[in-house]
């Protein structure tokens, strides 16, 4: 059996998560004391109890899913949680995964995302970018509305590779107002323009991208315990350098989670965990290898879910390796 680890980004975060957790494992609990101190102000408060609009802010979102992913995985791993063959994240979720892989420590994978969220805030003025969730077309159509769209100076581009079907555009106001009449001449399902803070994984991202690339330059990245597929390359990284350039550079790239996942599969994973608030990655990976099975670990009852699953499935390889 072959497991990969997978963990959630922007957009999965909730008032309530992790504190099922917390108050049932000390190691979650352990997680998110760290998390406060690291941060210098209660992180934890705001996953636990809100208010949505404050823990919605981009700066305060990203270190609280990195938080809450990484208490579900300590509190799964204190439980007897296999290892890993691989890890994987959906954008921000890459640091949770390279947290899992030990090349990361949680004290300043937190405050290094705290950063990047306000650096992506910042550096686009509110209104001028826009994004827009593309159902029902194929990548190339997508690139040529994209394409078409675009007007001087503008940035219109993929920014999320969701799976067969499911991508979203980011960019320019305009120019992504102007792609979604486009698109839908082409076929496309639907496409709607999404309630977003900044305009993510696009061009407009290289102020952000250039100044969270100085300080990931002072962060200590070891070498890999567990290979990751970087979503910006879809391609496996065990050396801490390249999963550094790998998270600058996913700033302004867009996340090819579809060939990340189709990576893993042909890799021979079978089993996919996602770990952390929410179940959307569990959707993305069945649409794109509908032949894997995948399990979530968000709280309790889903963390004792996934342990018995695994164990039912240990339980009847063995009894088919012998001959029962």
Known sequence: MSLAFIFPGQGSQAPGM?????????????????????????????CFDGPAEELQLTENTQPAILAASVAALRAAEAEGLPRPDF???????????????GALTLGDAVQTVHKRGRYMQEAVPAGAGAMAAILGADIESVEAACAEARQGEEVCSPANINSPGQVVIAGSAAAVERAIPLLKARGAKRAVQLKVSAPFHCALMLPAQERLAADLERVEFKDLRVPLVSNVDARVVRAGTQARDSLVRQV?????????????????????????????????????????????????????????????????????????
């Open 18 to 46: 992790g504190r099922d957790l917390a108050e049932k494992y000390l190691a979650a609990r352990e997680v998110f004391e760290e998390a406060d101190d690291a941060l210098g102000f209660a992180l934890s408060r705001l």
């Open 87 to 101: 890890v994987a994240g959906h954008s921000l979720g890459e640091y949770s995964a390279l947290v899992a892989a």
């Open 252 to 324: 302004s790239s867009p996340v090819r989670w579809r060939e990340s996942v189709e990576l893993l599969a042909r890799e021979g994973v079978e089993t996919f965990i996602e770990i952390g608030p929410g179940k959307v990655l569990s959707g993305l990976v069945r649409h794109t290898a509908p032949q894997v099975r995948c399990l979530n670990v968000k709280d309790g009852a889903s963390l004792e879910a996934t342990l018995a699953a695994l164990a039912a499935e240990s339980l009847s390889n063995s009894q088919k390796a012998g001959g029962d």
